[in-house]
Protein backbone atom coordinates (compact mmCIF):
# COMPACT_ATOMS: atom_id res chain seq x y z
CA UNK A 1 0.00 0.00 0.00
CA UNK A 2 2.45 2.53 1.22
CA UNK A 3 4.82 1.55 -1.93
CA UNK A 4 1.41 2.27 -4.26
CA UNK A 5 1.35 5.68 -2.40
CA UNK A 6 5.36 6.61 -2.92
CA UNK A 7 4.87 5.45 -6.40
CA UNK A 8 1.76 8.06 -7.07
CA UNK A 9 3.47 10.30 -5.67
CA UNK A 10 6.53 10.30 -7.48
CA UNK A 11 4.54 10.05 -10.73
CA UNK A 12 2.79 13.25 -9.48
CA UNK A 13 6.37 15.38 -9.26
CA UNK A 14 7.44 13.91 -12.25
CA UNK A 15 4.11 15.00 -14.29
CA UNK A 16 4.46 18.68 -12.36
CA UNK A 17 8.30 19.09 -13.47
CA UNK A 18 7.83 18.18 -17.19
CA UNK A 19 4.52 20.26 -17.06
CA UNK A 20 6.42 23.64 -15.50
CA UNK A 21 6.94 25.47 -18.47
CA UNK A 22 3.13 24.91 -19.25
CA UNK A 23 2.14 26.01 -15.99
CA UNK A 24 4.18 29.41 -16.48
CA UNK A 25 3.00 30.15 -20.12
CA UNK A 26 -0.54 29.57 -18.00
CA UNK A 27 -0.10 31.75 -15.58
CA UNK A 28 1.56 35.01 -17.43
CA UNK A 29 -2.56 35.89 -18.33
CA UNK A 30 -4.00 34.69 -15.74
CA UNK A 31 -2.22 36.87 -13.46
CA UNK A 32 -2.35 39.71 -16.48
CA UNK A 33 -6.34 39.29 -16.51
CA UNK A 34 -6.86 39.43 -12.73
CA UNK A 35 -4.12 42.38 -12.34
CA UNK A 36 -6.08 44.63 -14.42
CA UNK A 37 -9.42 43.10 -12.84
CA UNK A 38 -8.29 44.00 -9.52
CA UNK A 39 -6.83 47.32 -10.81
CA UNK A 40 -10.36 48.67 -12.38
CA UNK A 41 -12.74 47.27 -9.55
CA UNK A 42 -10.36 49.00 -6.99
CA UNK A 43 -11.31 52.31 -9.01
CA UNK A 44 -14.62 51.59 -9.49
CA UNK A 45 -15.81 50.15 -5.78
CA UNK A 46 -13.43 54.40 -5.15
CA UNK A 47 -15.86 55.94 -7.25
CA UNK A 48 -19.08 53.96 -5.72
CA UNK A 49 -17.73 55.20 -1.89
CA UNK A 50 -18.06 51.82 -0.77
CA UNK A 51 -17.90 52.18 2.43
CA UNK A 52 -20.35 49.90 4.94
CA UNK A 53 -18.01 46.29 5.50
CA UNK A 54 -21.24 44.21 4.15
CA UNK A 55 -21.22 46.24 0.52
CA UNK A 56 -17.16 45.76 0.79
CA UNK A 57 -17.38 41.94 1.06
CA UNK A 58 -20.04 41.49 -1.35
CA UNK A 59 -18.19 43.73 -4.03
CA UNK A 60 -15.33 42.35 -3.65
CA UNK A 61 -16.86 38.66 -3.53
CA UNK A 62 -18.09 39.47 -7.08
CA UNK A 63 -14.82 40.49 -8.08
CA UNK A 64 -13.12 37.26 -6.81
CA UNK A 65 -16.07 35.20 -8.62
CA UNK A 66 -15.35 37.19 -12.07
CA UNK A 67 -11.70 36.44 -11.34
CA UNK A 68 -12.10 32.51 -10.85
CA UNK A 69 -14.05 32.45 -13.88
CA UNK A 70 -11.93 34.16 -15.86
CA UNK A 71 -8.94 32.33 -14.70
CA UNK A 72 -10.72 28.92 -15.26
CA UNK A 73 -11.31 29.94 -19.04
CA UNK A 74 -7.70 31.01 -20.04
CA UNK A 75 -6.31 27.98 -17.86
CA UNK A 76 -8.84 25.81 -20.18
CA UNK A 77 -7.84 27.29 -23.38
CA UNK A 78 -3.94 26.54 -22.50
CA UNK A 79 -4.75 22.91 -21.77
CA UNK A 80 -6.54 22.77 -24.80
CA UNK A 81 -3.97 24.15 -26.79
CA UNK A 82 -1.01 22.24 -25.54
CA UNK A 83 -3.28 18.92 -25.79
CA UNK A 84 -3.30 18.92 -21.90
CA UNK A 85 -5.94 17.35 -19.62
CA UNK A 86 -7.28 20.20 -17.55
CA UNK A 87 -8.42 18.29 -14.25
CA UNK A 88 -5.43 15.89 -14.20
CA UNK A 89 -3.79 14.67 -10.73
CA UNK A 90 -1.26 17.24 -10.45
CA UNK A 91 -3.87 19.92 -11.07
CA UNK A 92 -5.54 18.53 -7.70
CA UNK A 93 -2.51 18.28 -5.99
CA UNK A 94 -2.38 22.08 -6.68
CA UNK A 95 -5.96 22.85 -5.44
CA UNK A 96 -5.66 20.73 -2.49
CA UNK A 97 -2.92 22.91 -1.47
CA UNK A 98 -4.67 25.78 -2.26
CA UNK A 99 -7.57 25.40 -0.15
CA UNK A 100 -7.39 25.33 3.05
CA UNK A 101 -6.12 29.01 3.05
CA UNK A 102 -9.04 30.02 0.73
CA UNK A 103 -11.57 28.73 3.29
CA UNK A 104 -10.22 30.10 5.86
CA UNK A 105 -10.96 33.46 4.15
CA UNK A 106 -14.44 32.84 2.70
CA UNK A 107 -15.23 31.80 6.58
CA UNK A 108 -13.98 34.57 7.84
CA UNK A 109 -15.87 37.11 5.95
CA UNK A 110 -19.30 35.41 5.92
CA UNK A 111 -18.24 36.09 10.13
CA UNK A 112 -18.23 39.68 8.92
CA UNK A 113 -21.22 39.33 6.53
CA UNK A 114 -23.49 38.12 9.24
CA UNK A 115 -22.38 39.79 12.41
CA UNK A 116 -24.58 42.65 13.62
CA UNK A 117 -22.91 45.74 12.17
CA UNK A 118 -24.06 47.75 14.96
CA UNK A 119 -22.66 46.11 18.07
CA UNK A 120 -19.36 44.65 16.39
CA UNK A 121 -18.81 47.47 13.66
CA UNK A 122 -20.29 50.42 15.06
CA UNK A 123 -17.32 52.12 16.85
CA UNK A 124 -14.91 51.72 14.05
CA UNK A 125 -16.30 50.67 10.97
CA UNK A 126 -12.44 51.87 8.86
CA UNK A 127 -10.62 49.13 11.15
CA UNK A 128 -13.25 46.63 9.80
CA UNK A 129 -12.21 47.79 6.12
CA UNK A 130 -8.58 47.69 6.64
CA UNK A 131 -8.24 44.25 8.55
CA UNK A 132 -10.46 42.54 6.71
CA UNK A 133 -8.84 42.62 2.98
CA UNK A 134 -5.50 42.75 4.93
CA UNK A 135 -6.44 39.06 6.31
CA UNK A 136 -7.62 38.29 2.57
CA UNK A 137 -3.72 39.28 1.48
CA UNK A 138 -2.39 36.80 4.30
CA UNK A 139 -4.39 34.29 3.42
CA UNK A 140 -3.88 34.44 -0.19
CA UNK A 141 0.13 34.79 -0.16
CA UNK A 142 -0.51 31.37 2.14
CA UNK A 143 -2.53 29.69 -0.37
CA UNK A 144 0.06 31.10 -3.02
CA UNK A 145 2.79 29.45 -0.96
CA UNK A 146 1.44 26.52 -0.75
CA UNK A 147 1.24 26.10 -3.74
CA UNK A 148 4.26 26.76 -4.60
CA UNK A 149 5.63 22.90 -3.50
CA UNK A 150 4.10 21.96 -7.25
CA UNK A 151 4.75 24.99 -9.29
CA UNK A 152 7.05 27.33 -10.39
CA UNK A 153 9.47 28.51 -7.31
CA UNK A 154 8.80 31.87 -7.95
CA UNK A 155 5.06 31.44 -6.81
CA UNK A 156 6.56 30.44 -3.11
CA UNK A 157 8.34 34.24 -3.49
CA UNK A 158 4.86 35.78 -4.68
CA UNK A 159 3.26 33.88 -1.60
CA UNK A 160 5.93 35.78 0.76
CA UNK A 161 5.28 38.71 -0.69
CA UNK A 162 1.88 39.35 -0.23
CA UNK A 163 1.89 37.42 3.38
CA UNK A 164 4.68 39.77 4.39
CA UNK A 165 2.69 43.12 2.67
CA UNK A 166 -1.01 42.05 4.73
CA UNK A 167 1.61 41.59 8.11
CA UNK A 168 2.22 45.21 7.05
CA UNK A 169 -0.70 46.60 6.75
CA UNK A 170 -2.38 44.61 9.39
CA UNK A 171 0.54 46.45 11.69
CA UNK A 172 0.05 50.25 9.89
CA UNK A 173 -3.84 49.71 10.52
CA UNK A 174 -3.21 49.57 13.91
CA UNK A 175 -1.01 51.93 14.58
CA UNK A 176 -3.31 54.92 12.92
CA UNK A 177 -6.56 55.54 11.95
CA UNK A 178 -7.14 54.75 8.14
CA UNK A 179 -9.47 56.21 6.21
CA UNK A 180 -12.09 53.37 4.84
CA UNK A 181 -11.21 54.17 1.02
CA UNK A 182 -7.74 52.57 2.17
CA UNK A 183 -9.07 48.95 2.06
CA UNK A 184 -10.18 49.34 -1.86
CA UNK A 185 -6.77 50.89 -2.10
CA UNK A 186 -5.36 47.30 -0.51
CA UNK A 187 -6.95 45.61 -2.69
CA UNK A 188 -6.05 47.22 -5.65
CA UNK A 189 -2.26 47.22 -4.85
CA UNK A 190 -1.91 43.49 -3.99
CA UNK A 191 -4.86 42.17 -6.11
CA UNK A 192 -4.14 45.00 -8.98
CA UNK A 193 -0.61 45.93 -8.86
CA UNK A 194 1.09 42.66 -8.03
CA UNK A 195 -0.68 40.26 -10.13
CA UNK A 196 -0.23 42.68 -12.79
CA UNK A 197 3.56 43.19 -12.13
CA UNK A 198 4.02 39.48 -11.55
CA UNK A 199 2.38 38.60 -15.02
CA UNK A 200 4.04 41.11 -17.23
CA UNK A 201 7.18 39.51 -15.70
CA UNK A 202 6.09 35.56 -16.57
CA UNK A 203 4.94 36.89 -20.25
CA UNK A 204 8.34 38.64 -21.03
CA UNK A 205 10.74 36.34 -19.83
CA UNK A 206 8.81 33.17 -21.05
CA UNK A 207 8.88 34.92 -24.49
CA UNK A 208 13.11 34.82 -24.06
CA UNK A 209 12.69 31.74 -23.51
CA UNK A 210 10.46 31.01 -26.62
CA UNK A 211 13.10 33.11 -28.59
CA UNK A 212 15.74 30.88 -27.02
Given at each position: ????W?????????TL???????R???????I??GC????????A???????????????A???????AGSFL??????????E?????P???????M????????????????????R????????????L?????????????????FM?????????????G?????????S???????????????????H????V???????????A
Amino acid sequence: MESNWASDHLQVIRTLMERAAVYRRALAPVMIYNGCLGLASAGGALALQITSPRTFILFWAGVAAAGLAGSFLLVRRQAMKDNEPFWSPPTRRVSEAMLPPVFAGFALSLVVLFNDQERVFAASPPMALWWLPSAWVILYGCAFHAAGFFMPRGMKLFGWIFILGGCAMFWLGSSRNMPPECGHGIMGLFFGVLHLAYGVYLYFTESRRAGA
